[in-house]
Nanobody
Framework: QVQLAESGGGLVQTGGSLRLSCAAS????????MGWFRQGPGKEREFVAA????????SYADSVKGRFTISRDDAKNMVYLQMNSLRAEDTAVYYC??????????????????WGQGTQVTVSS
């Protein structure tokens, strides 16, 4: 059973940056797609970004393109989300996810088997 643990959330002002980290408990995630979802207050859970096996493809929600960057370090079983130019609407709980399909990088939550507990990101205006 893969366990995912997020860190790096916090309070930041509009226009600021944060880097979220996700530590995976198993080396098997090196063959998985890794990603991030978020859920803001009163909102539906939504896809943020994903990166396929060996980092071959990155996908982003339109709302974060050009501002967020997903990356992975398989030697450390880590995934990162660099968030720049943060906006108030980025306020949410951010969840690290993993899909056993290492070639899928889409937004459907049903493809992501493993979920972390989440880390809160609050952007103040």
């Amino acid at each position: 059973q893969v366990q995912l643990a997020e860190s790096g959330g916090g309070l930041v002002q509009t226009g600021g940056s944060l880097r979220l980290s996700c530590a995976a408990s198993e080396r098997t995630v090196s063959s998985y797609t890794m990603g991030w979802f978020r859920q803001g207050p009163g909102k539906e859970r939504e896809f943020v970004a994903a990166i396929t096996f060996s980092g071959g493809r990155q996908s982003y929600a339109d709302s974060v393109k050009g501002r967020f960057t997903i990356s992975r370090d398989d030697a450390k079983n880590m995934v990162y989300l660099q968030m720049n130019s943060l906006r108030a609407e980025d306020t949410a709980v951010y969840y690290c996810v993993a899909s056993r399909n290492g070639f899928y990088s889409g937004p459907s939550s049903t493809y992501y088997t493993y979920w972390g507990q989440g880390t809160q990101v609050t952007v103040s205006s």
